[in-house]
Structure formats: structure tokens, C-alpha cells
């Protein structure tokens, strides 16, 4: 009983947290968030294929991207679209690509499966490239109108505001991470985890391994889009450099490694390290890169279980009430 | 020699040159992933970092002949290392932090060049005995391309020597088949993986040497050269030697006349061409393991 009232105070906390950080923060600091919540997304989602079912994608950000690209695409092109619209069309662009690749990428595992995502990425990153009379090329595509957001009974609130956006943002990427989670905690979610753990084990259970790997790529790559969406509309600007480059693939699995594989948290709590190490590190260097991958070398290196593994081992040497002495 | 066959043949020339520099570069990560199972992303900035410390040797008054023998060398050196303090670490734990471990390596590396060396582009000239132009059929060819496609056929030939005819390379080809029944057999595997390993960042750099004077030295030379030969070793097929070599020419090719022909489609045909090899054919067109 008392664990269920911890849970609920320790959200409502959270909840109230989020309501206030704009009015204390301050604009510039928002905007950060906001950016770190679109990367906790995103590597929650990649984390769904990489630590749940062992799958190890180098081109997430083909989903990203092209959640990115169909929003900003359709609200420069189709006019009067609701801003809710533009995200489930970016949503769908995702799921769309993620049910096209699927079938190809399912039978794999291992390195295979990283070097044929690597593959997908890189091509897809390619043709926006070059077929700059639709995507802009490496300019991007910006300018696109951001449209207010309409709830019945009221006005449209201006989503231009960036304290209007930050809620909008964070109630859709923070519904995103609820639903991921929920997602894990369905029987899907345990197969998965079977899947990673032993795979031909799954298959003599009698469950169709492709097929939920399968799934698993498409709600991955979903939400991979919703993400991207958000960051369109927060950006107002795509690029391909910015939303399909090798660097966007890289990222969230950075994140991923530094806060830990193994848990769900894990990619939020490394998303926020990586976020407020660049606004630390870009007062004095550009070089952010050269500290990312020293920090991943390090992790992989001595703590491949990140910042939840190392906080595993602690809980359980120091916390943990020992029930056999 | 009118102009079209001129332009034709001058097309296969360049193509042959950056396939023969693809093919060093492909050979190694070929090799590599053969033997270890490893995918080593960071093997283009191998290619690079060569490439720099050419820039440094002829800086510091070397000529271009002493940086072509050192620069690989202190490369394979840096390969060593990251082979025996980083990877040796982690091989048991499996492929994936592996692969994430090269991530880290090459963007170190990408930004440790420009730490190093500055954001600029270096030029390179041609060494004075290979400036001229030299008389094809009635076509001015630049004599440094031919230069590079004897050198890359020169070491090709040594390194099928030393694979097909010498204990050691037996000794490797067993590897690539099966690494762990060799070392069953009282091998020091590490050790050759560490040798493989050398001989692979070598490789590499002896490419980032050779196209330096072609296409100068800037931080992002790498990245071309780094996706190309990574789809020539897919398509050829992981540990093939001459998959490699058939594929890394093809591409030479492709790259050479898509440039002229195709300047939109070449590189996206490159990653359809990948694409669809890995789909249906997941070993690779000459490979015998996945």
C-alpha cells in the first residue's frame, strides 16, 4: 500500500516539476528541456530494439528523420492542418517506412542487422540529399508555418509561443514514454526480452520470432517519428544533416549506453547527462563530439551497464535488506 | 584517340584509381571483420589519421616517399593500441558493445584530427618524380593515379603472397573460417588478431597516404571513403578478399561514371545496390559467412 502512495507523490512531484519549470527556468533553459525531451524519446525508442531485444540499430535515424520531414512536409504544402494532424502524419510517415523496411531487416541479427540499418540510413539520408526540389538538399526545409493548437470550446493556442509549446511537447513526448512503457510491460514485452536473451528458445516456445521483432521495429520506429515531429515543429526547420545524418543515429544510442541498457530509465537519465554535458562544455569548446565518444569508450569500457548499472550494483551491495545472512 | 573514347577510357582510369585506394581500404576492414567478427566503423578514420600525420611528416621536412613508409606505420601503431587496450577487453561480451566501441574510436579520432591538425584542408603535392603527365594510347593521363593503381597491385600481390603462400597467412585464412577451432588447435589467437589488426589499419593507411596528394587532406575525408568501402564489403561478402577486390573495382567504376552520367542517382544506386545484397543475399556475392 504505502509503495502505490510513494508512486503516485513521487508523479505528482514529477508532474508538478514540469508545470513550473518554465515559469522558473526562464525561456532559454525550456528550450533545453525541450530539446532533451525529444532525445529521451528518441532514445527510449531505440532502446526498445536495443536493450529490450538486443537489436542494435545504426539508423534510427531513418524514423526520426522521416517523422521530421513528413510534418514539416505536409504543413508546408497542405494548408489549415491541425498541428495534431502534422504529428500523426509524421507518426505515420515513420510506421509507413518501419512496415517497408521490416520484412527485410527481421531475419537478421547481430551485426547483420546493424549493418543492413546502417544501410537503410544511409540511403535514406542520400535521397533527401539529393532530391533537394522536394527536401531542400543539405539547406533543409524551414519556414513552414506552425499552426495553433485547437481545443474545442477554446481559442487556438499559439504553439509559437515557446512556454505554449514546452506543454505541448511535453504532455505528447511524455505520453510517448508512458506508452513505450506500457508497451514493455505486455506480454509483447516479456517476448522481447526472451527474444534478446535467447532467441531460438522464443522459437521453440512456439512464438514467431520475426514477426515480434517485427513489431517491435514498427512501435520503435513510430515513436523514433513522433519524436522527429516534435522536433520539426520545435525547430521549424529540417535538414538533413540535422534530423538523417550518421550523428543522429549515434546520439541516442550515446545516450543510451551512458544511462544503461538494461533499464527503461536508463535512456532518459543518459539524455539529461548528455544535454546539460553540452550546455556545460559549450561555453568552452566546440569540440562536443571528441567528449561523447571519450564518455562512450569509457562507458563500454568500464561500466557497460551506464549509470543504471553502476547504480544497480550499489543499490544492491548497500540497500538491499539481505534476507539470508 | 577522339575525344569520347578519350573521356571513356580517361573515366576508367579514375575509376580503377579510387577502386585500387577503396580496395586498400576494403582489404582491411574486410580481413578484420573476417577474424574477429568485428565491424570496425572507425576504419575510415584510420584512412585519415594516416593522411594527417602525412601532412605532419612533410611539415616537420620529410618528403612524401618517407611519409608513405611512415605515416601507415605510426598508424597501425594507434591501431595496436586501440586493438589491445579497448576491443581485447570487451571481445568476450559480444558484438554489440564492440561495434559501439568503434563508434567511440572514430569519432575520437574525427575530432582529435581536428584538435590536432585545425578544421583546414592540407595540400599535398605530388612528389616531383610522378608530377608529369604520361602518354596512354594518345591520352594524357596524370602519372600519380597510375602510380597508385601499381602501388595498390603491388601490395595486392604481397598480400596475396604472404596470405596463400606463408604459415602465418594459413594461419589467418584458418581464422577467418573459424577463429576459435585455431585457437583449439594452441594458436595464440590474440595475438594474430592483433597482427590482423595491424596489417588492416596498415592498409588503411597507406590508402590515406596515396590520396592524399588526390584530394587533399580535410576532416571530412573520410566519410566517402568510409561508407564506400563499407558497402564493398558487404557486397562482396564479409572476409572475401576477392570479393572485396571484384567489388571495391565495380564501385571504383560505378563512382567514376555516376559522377559523369548520373550525378543524382550513383550514390543512392551504391546503397540499393547494398541494400538489396544484404537482403537477399545476406553472405555477400563472394563471402561464405554471415
Known sequence: ?325 | MDATTAMYVGQIMHGLAYGMLLFLVASGLTLIFGMMGILNLAHASFFMLSAYFCVSVIHMGGNFWLALLAAPIITAVIGVMVERFLLRGIHASGHIGELILTVGVMMVIMEAVQVFWGTDSHMISVPSALAGMVNIFGLQYPLYRLFVIFLALAILGLLVLFLFKTKMGMIIRAGVSDAEMVEALGINMPLVFMMVFAAGTWLAGVAGVAISPLLSVFPGMADQMGMDAFVVVVVGGFGSLLGAFVSALFFGLLNSFGIQFLPRIAPVLMFVFMVLVLSFKPKGLFGERE
Open chain 1, 1 to 325: 500500500m504505502t509503495k502505490i502512495w510513494i508512486k503516485t507523490l513521487a508523479a505528482i512531484i514529477l508532474i508538478g516539476l514540469l508545470i513550473a519549470f518554465p515559469k522558473v527556468m526562464g525561456v532559454l533553459n525550456t528550450n533545453i528541456f525541450i530539446g532533451f525531451a525529444i532525445m529521451a524519446l528518441f532514445a527510449v525508442s531505440l532502446n526498445l530494439m536495443l536493450g529490450y531485444t538486443g537489436l542494435l540499430s545504426f539508423g534510427h535515424a531513418m524514423f526520426f528523420g522521416l517523422g521530421a520531414y513528413t510534418t514539416a512536409l505536409s504543413l508546408k504544402h497542405i494548408d489549415n492542418l491541425p498541428i495534431s494532424m502534422a504529428l500523426l502524419l509524421g507518426v505515420l510517415g515513420a510506421v509507413v517506412c518501419a512496415v517497408i523496411v521490416s520484412p527485410l531487416l527481421v531475419r537478421l541479427s547481430g551485426t547483420a542487422f546493424s549493418m543492413l540499418t546502417l544501410a537503410f540510413g544511409q540511403l535514406m539520408y542520400i535521397v533527401c540529399l539529393k532530391f533537394r526540389e522536394v527536401t531542400g538538399g543539405a539547406d533543409g526545409l524551414g519556414g513552414f508555418p506552425v499552426p495553433d493548437l485547437k481545443i474545442p470550446f477554446t481559442g487556438g493556442i499559439d504553439m509559437t509561443d515557446p512556454v505554449n509549446f514546452y506543454y505541448f511537447a511535453i504532455t505528447v513526448l511524455g505520453g510517448c514514454i508512458l506508452l513505450i512503457w506500457r508497451f514493455t510491460k505486455t506480454p509483447i514485452g516479456s517476448v522481447m526480452i526472451s527474444i534478446r536473451d535467447n532467441d531460438n528458445r522464443v522459437d521453440y516456445l512456439g512464438f514467431h520470432v520475426p514477426s515480434v521483432k517485427s513489431l517491435v521495429f514498427i512501435v520503435s520506429g513510430g515513436f523514433a517519428g513522433a519524436a522527429g515531429a516534435i522536433y520539426a515543429l520545435f525547430q521549424n526547420m529540417v535538414s538533413t544533416d540535422g534530423v538523417l545524418g550518421l550523428f543522429t543515429s549515434f546520439n541516442p544510442i550515446i545516450m543510451t549506453i551512458i544511462g544503461g541498457v538494461s533499464s527503461f530509465t536508463g535512456p532518459i537519465i543518459g539524455a539529461g547527462l548528455l544535454t546539460i554535458l553540452e550546455e556545460f562544455l559549450l561555453r568552452y569548446t566546440d569540440r562536443i563530439a571528441l567528449f561523447n565518444g571519450l564518455v562512450l569508450i569509457l562507458m563500454i569500457k568500464f561500466a557497460p551497464g551506464g549509470i543504471m548499472g553502476i547504480w544497480d550494483g550499489v543499490y544492491r551491495k548497500w540497500f538491499k535488506r539481505r534476507t539470508l545472512s
